[in-house]
């Protein structure tokens, strides 16, 4: 190898090094050598730092091109050069490289630093987690002894000494995922429980199942957010405990509902009236004249029996509207 490489050099040196590369890393395979030692070979033959992200096994390395270990918890940047260890996943190697396109020793770097990682990362780590729904419901119950609850903890993939939160959905099937991740409500409405220890997370779950019913389907029939933050909802998150689902609806919420069986934009009229800072604000949101707005407002408050323009009026609105997610079944 060490010859054909000097041959191709002196034909051409991107060849030359790729064929260096293929042989370093080959080595490296043939040594059974860990994670850390690959993403440090690429950060070493490249120039530059080096990391691999695997957010469904919680693997997260990064190394300089001294070949020192210097994590980080900033998310790579799209415009560095990477390889994914299968396609279509998350889980990738990077470059930190502010090139759009990798150079030809870039290109073969990557692709033998992550067919060896992915090889490592399958022998010693198997798949990534699965979310058994028993090791789930383990972690979640604050009546499971302490031990029982980190073993399940570890068994998911979670790291007891980092922070993690609770996602709550329709189907009352809960997800733990990292305190850092960014909830994706493509699939519905969603409660978010706050980042807490992997100890604390009933606590957290608890706290999701609550924002879950303040969220909307985000439709003209319920309008709303779809995503609800439990850390964002400070005092009002007691009116859930004031609220029965599925029981006889507060005399405003009837109202409202009475209203809007013969009237298609009374609900995202007012949803936009409640959650802007101002009219104008409103008319923008819902993409109507000003003067529309007005007119709108007057036949709302003659249907409902109550003004939505006065300071105390709109707090009544905002309730009501609240109170209709609450009191869903």
């Known amino acids: 190898m060490k010859e054909l490489a000097g041959r191709l050099t002196a034909l051409d ?11 370093y890393f080959d080595r490296l395979a043939e040594s ?3 994670v850390e030692a690959l993403v440090r070979g690429a950060a070493v033959l490249a120039g530059c730092p080096a990391r691999l992200v695997d957010p469904e096994r919680r693997v997260h390395v990064r ?32 470059l930190e490289r502010a090139e759009a396109e990798p150079s030809v ?6 692709e033998r630093v992550a067919g060896a990682v992915r090889l490592v990362l399958d022998r010693t780590r198997g798949r990534a987690p699965a979310e058994d729904p028993a090791l789930v419901e383990t972690v979640l119950d604050s009546m499971a002894p302490e031990q029982a609850r980190l073993h399940a903890a570890r068994r ?14 329709p189907d009352g099937r ?6 850092e991740t960014e909830p994706d409500a493509a699939g519905g409405r969603l409660g978010v429980g706050p ?11 608890e706290a999701a199942r609550t924002a879950l019913r303040f969220t909307a389907d985000g439709t003209a029939r319920d309008p709303g957010q779809r995503v609800v933050h439990a850390d964002e909802l400070g005092g009002i998150a007691l009116l859930a405990g004031l609220v029965e689902p599925g029981a006889e609806p507060p005399p405003d919420v009837r109202a409202l509902e009475a209203a809007a069986v013969t009237t298609p934009w009374l609900l995202t009229t007012l949803h936009a009236v ?15 004249h000003h003067s529309t707005l007005q007119d709108r407002l007057t036949h709302a408050e003659h249907l409902l029996g109550w003004p939505v323009r006065t300071p105390q009026g709109r707090l009544r609105l905002h309730l009501a509207l609240i109170m209709r997610h609450l009191a869903r079944p």
């Not at 020793?105 to 990557?110: G, H, K, R, S």
């Not at 800072?277 to 949101?285: G, I, M, P, T, Y």
């Open 156 to 169: 998911l993939g979670l790291d007891p000494a980092a922070p993690a939160r609770v996602l709550a959905a």
């Open 105 to 110: 020793v870039d290109a073969v770097i990557l």
């Open 195 to 205: 980042a807490v220890p992997v100890l604390d997370l009933p606590r957290s779950w």
């Open 274 to 288: 409640a959650a802007t800072a101002s009219l104008r604000a409103a008319a923008a949101e819902i993409n109507v």
């Open 32 to 34: 059974r050598a860990g």
């Open 13 to 23: 040196p991107d060849a030359g090094a790729a064929v260096r590369v293929i042989a």
């Open 63 to 94: 190394v300089e091109p001294d070949g020192a270990r210097r994590d980080s918890d900033l998310p790579p940047d799209p415009v560095w050069p990477s390889a994914a260890l299968t396609p279509g996943g998350a889980a990738a190697v990077w």
């Open 174 to 179: 809960p997800r733990i995922v990292r305190a």
